[in-house]
Nanobody
């Protein structure tokens, strides 16, 4: 059973930066996709960014140019560098792994952007 553990959330002022990390337990082999989703209060969960094991990245339009996703296949980790944060980026951020047709989710980490 794969487990995902996120870290790096917290409180930051508008315009600031945060880096989220997610580590997957176990050894991942074959093609897979890791990504970050977020859910703000009263809103549906949405894709923020994803990256395949081959390195192809995809971003939501709202974060393009501000967020960067990266991964380390040897360490089974994925990171999200978030710059120029805005209050509307406030949400619980979840790590997701798609592997051989199954979805795995982390428990989430809260990001609050506020002055």
């Amino acid at each position: 059973q794969v487990q995902l553990v996120e870290s790096g959330g917290g409180l930051v002022q508008p315009g600031g930066s945060l880096r989220l990390s997610c580590a997957a337990s176990g050894r991942l082999f074959g093609f897979n996709t890791m990504g970050w989703y977020r859910q703000a209060p009263g809103k549906e969960r949405e894709l923020v960014a994803s990256i395949t094991s081959g390195g192809t990245a995809n971003y939501a339009n709202s974060v393009k140019g501000r967020f960067t996703i990266s991964r380390d296949n040897a360490q089974n980790t994925v990171s999200l560098q978030m710059n120029s944060l805005k209050p509307e980026d406030t949400a619980v951020y979840y790590c997701k792994l798609i592997w051989y047709g199954s979805d795995y989710w982390g428990k989430g980490t809260l990001v609050t952007v506020s002055s």
